[in-house]
């Protein structure tokens, strides 16, 4: 569609709109603003949140800051983006932020300088990155079969598929780490090639007398969502995915091959985690087993604060970014009012709640 007939059509509904709320009497006007409120509850107490951080610290929306929104936001992109598609099938994934663990810990290990002391494979030279890539895209796409292989043919409920494999991966992971003598210690060390390609930065900018960067990995994020972009709305695959996610049976009866499509799913989920694992283990660059941890709870939350319905078959990868860019923000916000830590994690479950009680309640009223 031409991006100026886009704009026409939107300025078009929103004069729709305007025009179908004045001709509302008195009480259907309070039900609207009432829905309203309440359908963007989360979205209003984050507005709120932002300005009051702002008033309290003015340095929350300087440039450096917005930059390390940015760029932590960017690193948490693709797994949102792979745990997104499980979601429209009515699903989750409780393994991603293992697997994001392992094929961080996979890369840290085949990327270790060759003068490192402590080098886990002292034998072995650094890799080229390409190879490194596809061998975590393989790691990452080899659970993901896995779970979308017993989520499909045993019709198994994805909460505990992927609570096994979240386990199996963990236990996988704690035996990588101690092979070759490592035995647990933290994987880092590494090339400085790899952490040019990765964290390095081609484009800086003048900002406040500093010299701020922006990573690389942001540009891989941004090229991840692009792709991601296309097959869920260009590509047989894509369509397929929502059809399943909507409705199983009336897909299969349209001709679609609903095993093939959840398998895929779950694959392309996993790749996606293996390609955070690979930004992680040079962001962080010190690896350890407790890498990716929880990273599901923030990608799941992001998700559904983006309007990716667990009742399947609705989302959007731009809702996506929005909703991993809002949750971010929060995350930052709250260090710069100096909330505890522990603190932090209650705030963190009660987002997770409310945005999915907020998404039910959509549903129900549809319904």
């Given at each position: 569609m031409n991006p100026?007939?886009?704009?026409?059509?939107?300025?078009?509904?929103v004069?729709?709109?305007?025009?179908d709320?004045k001709?509302?009497d008195?009480?259907?006007?309070?039900?609207?603003?009432?829905?309203?409120?309440l359908?963007?509850?989360l979205y209003?107490?984050?507005?709120?949140?932002?300005?009051y951080?702002?008033i309290?610290?003015?340095n929350?929306?300087?440039?450096a800051?917005?930059v390390n929104?940015?760029?932590?936001?960017?690193a948490?992109l693709?797994i949102?983006?792979g745990?997104?598609?499980?979601?429209?099938?009515?699903?989750t994934?409780?393994?991603?932020?293992r697997?994001?663990?392992l094929?961080a810990?996979?890369?840290?290990?085949l990327?270790q300088s060759?003068s490192?002391?402590?080098?886990?494979?002292p034998?072995?030279?650094?890799l080229p990155i390409?190879l490194v890539i596809?061998?975590v895209?393989l790691?990452g796409?080899?659970v993901?079969?896995?779970?979308?292989f017993?989520?499909?043919k045993?019709?198994l409920?994805?909460?505990?598929?992927?609570l096994?494999?979240?386990?199996?991966?963990?236990?996988?992971?704690?035996?990588?780490?101690?092979?070759?003598?490592?035995?647990?210690q933290?994987?880092?060390?590494?090339?400085?090639?790899?952490?040019?390609?990765?964290?390095?930065?081609v484009?800086?900018?003048?900002?406040?007398g500093?010299?701020?960067?922006?990573?690389n990995?942001?540009?891989?994020a941004?090229l991840?969502?692009?792709?991601?972009?296309?097959?869920?709305n260009?590509?047989?695959?894509?369509?397929?995915?929502?059809?399943?996610?909507s409705n199983?049976?009336a897909?299969?009866?349209?001709g679609?091959?609903?095993?093939?499509?959840t398998?895929?799913?779950?694959?392309?989920?996993?790749a996606m985690?293996?390609?955070?694992?690979?930004?992680?283990?040079?962001r962080?660059?010190s690896?350890?087993?407790n890498?990716?941890l929880?990273y599901e709870?923030?990608?799941?939350a992001a998700?559904v604060?983006?309007?990716?319905?667990f009742?399947?078959?609705?989302?959007?990868?731009?809702?996506?970014?929005l909703g991993?860019?809002?949750?971010?923000?929060?995350?930052v916000a709250?260090n710069?009012?100096s909330?505890?830590m522990n603190?932090?994690?209650?705030?963190k479950?009660l987002?997770?709640?409310?945005a999915c009680a907020?998404?039910?309640?959509?549903?129900?009223?549809?319904k």
């Amino acid at each position: 569609m031409n991006p100026g007939k886009a704009i026409q059509n939107k300025i078009n509904g929103v004069k729709q709109n305007f025009a179908d709320y004045k001709k509302l009497d008195s009480r259907d006007k309070k039900t609207y603003w009432k829905e309203f409120f309440l359908n963007n509850a989360l979205y209003i107490l984050l507005i709120v949140a932002i300005i009051y951080t702002y008033i309290q610290n003015s340095n929350f929306l300087s440039a450096a800051s917005i930059v390390n929104i940015i760029s932590l936001s960017a690193a948490n992109l693709p797994i949102a983006c792979g745990i997104a598609g499980c979601i429209v099938l009515t699903g989750t994934d409780l393994s991603a932020g293992r697997v994001v663990g392992l094929t961080a810990c996979i890369t840290a290990s085949l990327m270790q300088s060759v003068s490192y002391a402590t080098k886990m494979f002292p034998n072995l030279p650094v890799l080229p990155i390409p190879l490194v890539i596809l061998i975590v895209l393989l790691v990452g796409g080899i659970v993901g079969w896995v779970n979308g292989f017993f989520v499909a043919k045993f019709q198994l409920h994805p909460f505990i598929v992927t609570l096994a494999t979240q386990l199996i991966v963990y236990g996988l992971l704690l035996m990588y780490i101690m092979i070759n003598g490592n035995n647990g210690q933290p994987l880092s060390g590494l090339d400085q090639h790899f952490n040019d390609v990765v964290k390095g930065s081609v484009i800086s900018f003048n900002a406040g007398g500093a010299r701020i960067a922006i990573p690389n990995y942001v540009w891989l994020a941004a090229l991840i969502v692009i792709i991601m972009w296309f097959v869920w709305n260009k590509t047989t695959f894509g369509k397929n995915m929502f059809a399943v996610g909507s409705n199983p049976e009336a897909a299969k009866v349209s001709g679609v091959n609903v095993m093939r499509t959840t398998i895929l799913v779950h694959t392309l989920a996993g790749a996606m985690y293996g390609l955070t694992g690979f930004i992680e283990s040079s962001r962080i660059g010190s690896n350890t087993a407790n890498t990716g941890l929880n990273y599901e709870c923030d990608a799941i939350a992001a998700c559904v604060i983006g309007g990716v319905s667990f009742v399947g078959g609705t989302g959007k990868i731009s809702g996506v970014v929005l909703g991993v860019f809002l949750l971010r923000i929060i995350f930052v916000a709250l260090n710069f009012l100096s909330i505890n830590m522990n603190m932090q994690y209650v705030i963190k479950g009660l987002i997770i709640l409310v945005a999915c009680a907020i998404d039910m309640r959509k549903y129900l009223v549809r319904k």
